[in-house]
């Protein structure tokens, strides 16, 4: 069966979509960009910023959902820039010290609000 995730600790959906699903196992974020909790955008940060902003995201959505940043299985990072890649990689490191998830890096063509970096997961329940 399928849950619905929302939390205050991360900025609310602003569309059509829901902050993450889940089954009785699995969690699956939606995209988390530098936009804090309060709805401020971080657009004009750098993207070490921006990439802390939005792991900070995926970390509350996924406890919301009985997940945590150490049962993430999958994290894709996109980015409208992949130059920024090593930038984007220190800040990430940092969240991963021990066993990190899979992942997957995209250079997009834009990303919404002017993001510089969007980052989903999948992580396990419980």
């Known amino acids: 069966m399928k849950e619905t ?9 602003v ?11 699995l969690v699956f974020t939606a995209g988390q960009i530098a936009l804090t909790p ?3 955008m971080l657009d004009d940060a750098s993207i070490a910023e921006q990439t802390e902003r ?4 995926v970390r509350a959505v ?6 945590s940043m150490e049962s993430a299985l999958k994290l894709t990072v996109f980015l409208d820039d992949i130059d920024d890649f090593e ?4 800040v990430y490191g940092s969240f991963f010290e021990a ?3 899979a992942r997957s890096a995209i250079e997009v063509g834009s ?4 993001a510089g970096v969007e980052i989903e997961a999948v992580a396990v329940r419980g």
């Open 99 to 101: 066993a990190p998830p």
């Open 15 to 25: 569309g059509a979509y829901s902050q993450a699903t889940a089954t009785d196992d």
């Open 87 to 90: 930038e984007m990689n220190e």
């Open 5 to 13: 995730i929302s939390t205050d600790d991360a900025p609310a959906a």
């Open 111 to 114: 990303l919404p609000k002017g």
């Open 54 to 57: 939005a792991l900070e995201n």
């Open 38 to 40: 309060d709805g401020e």
């Open 62 to 67: 996924l406890e919301a959902a009985g997940a």
